[in-house]
């Protein structure tokens, strides 16, 4: 039995308030999760309430509906509680915060009751043995730091990396080698919210230095490491253009400029590189580049199986970016992987900009053999993930 459901809020890394929830049983288990948040956020995402509210939600109306209840670990009908105690689409009552700290700290309670590692407990008897290949930011702008590249994200893939702890470290290789270039052309540079560098300069400076900094790690650890990208095009869309920069681009533009790049720079992943209503566009993209390159959604499919059945009706994008708060439930989180996989997508679980030490998306990934995870390459609360799953290879 689930003996008692509580929450707190706690600070995630951008020094905001977030929410925790912890889960104890009868039986002594124990689980404890906290909820990330987006900056770049889809506007199909479930709803992120404001953490006070959120907790006195919950706890209003998650709590009542937990405690007592019959545990044996069956995530499922803890998580349709959750939907029930919430009672909206989009988790707009209790917080889609408030619900998936609860979903995640419920699966820890349970890996705890039966003794097992909380990869073992969600994926079981039956899971694969792969191991997710890490992209890891090395400089970003966007929405995640003033001032410096207009594409959100340029990530490290180390998809030549024959485990993942060499792929962990040849990410962190990527970002201080990237580190040593903008020093040597004298851009001064913080980091941003994902920890990748946040230098005050163009994009096309970017590819410069993230590809020389990937080819010199790549020679160094005897691997093929390629870039990815999140472009997070939906928040440089203005209903008529593109604009990143000073570049103005229309749809059609857009896609060229993006096939190009992953021609020029063999890009190994492009994560929304168009607006997350733009299905059509997508879908143009992905039947140019997705032979080679993951076509990714993140703000297009929001880790939603309705939104993913409409890409895969449509032929738009070969891969879906996979966060749990924006749905709400792990379950859920789940059937979209499930969805995926047996449609050909690359799932990539994902971390938020805002995040904690909090590790579940490590375990969620080994779990269900998605075949990549994003998750930063540097900073505390992305190698809380990085470093959990290093542990998981050693003991898997
Ligand atoms: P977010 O950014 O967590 O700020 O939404 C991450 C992403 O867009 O992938
Ligand atoms: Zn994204």
Redesign the pocket.
């Known amino acids: 039995r689930i003996e008692a459901v509580r929450f707190r809020p706690i600070l995630d890394s951008r020094g905001n308030k977030t929410v925790e929830a912890e889960v104890s049983t009868e039986s002594g288990g124990f689980g404890r999760a906290a909820a990330p948040s987006?900056?770049?956020?889809g506007e199909y995402e479930a709803i992120e309430l404001p953490v006070d509210e959120a907790i006195a939600a919950a706890r209003e109306r998650i709590a009542p509906r937990l405690e007592g209840r019959e545990f044996a670990g069956d995530q499922r009908s803890v998580d349709s509680a959750l939907r029930a105690a919430d009672g909206t689409e989009d988790f707009s009552e209790v917080g889609a915060n408030s619900a998936v700290a609860v979903s995640m700290a419920v699966a820890k309670a349970a890996a705890d009751v039966l003794g097992a590692p909380l990869y073992q407990h969600l994926g079981g008897a039956f899971r694969g043995r792969n191991f997710p290949v890490p992209l890891g930011n090395v400089v970003g702008g966007g929405?995640?730091a003033a001032d410096a590249t207009a594409i959100?994200?340029f990530l490290a893939a180390p998809v030549g990396a024959p485990s993942v702890r060499q792929a962990v470290f040849a990410n962190a290789a990527v970002h201080e080698r990237v580190g040593d270039l903008l020093e040597e052309r004298g851009e001064a540079a913080a980091k941003g919210d994902e920890g990748a560098w946040a230098p005050s300069i163009d994009d096309a400076t970017a590819f410069e230095i993230v590809d020389e900094a990937t080819s010199d790690v790549a020679e160094e650890f005897g691997f093929e490491i390629r870039i990815g990208l999140?472009l997070?095009a939906a928040e440089r869309y203005d209903g008529d253009e593109y604009v990143f920069g000073d570049e103005h681009r229309s749809t059609a533009e857009q896609v060229d400029y993006v096939a190009d790049l992953v021609d020029e720079y063999d890009l190994a992943y492009v994560?929304?590189p168009l607006d997350e209503d733009d299905f059509e566009a997508f879908a143009e993209l992905t039947e140019r580049v997705g032979d080679r390159t993951l076509v990714c959604g993140?703000d297009l499919f929001v880790t939603n199986t309705e939104r993913l059945q409409r890409g895969i009706d449509e032929g738009a994008a070969n891969s879906i970016?996979v966060k749990p708060n924006q749905i709400g439930t792990l379950s859920e989180a789940f059937d979209a992987i499930e969805l995926a996989s047996r449609n050909g997508y690359d799932a990539v679980v994902?971390h938020?900009?805002?995040e904690t030490e909090d590790a579940t998306i490590a375990h969620l990934a080994v779990a269900t053999d998605a075949p990549f995870i994003?998750t930063g390459a540097v900073g505390g609360e992305r190698t809380a993930k990085l470093n959990e799953l290093i542990r998981i290879a050693d003991e898997a």
């Not at 987006?38 to 956020?41: K, L, R, V």
């Open positions: 987006g900056a770049s956020t929405e995640h959100q994200e999140d997070a994560e929304d993140d970016l994902s938020r900009s805002g994003k």
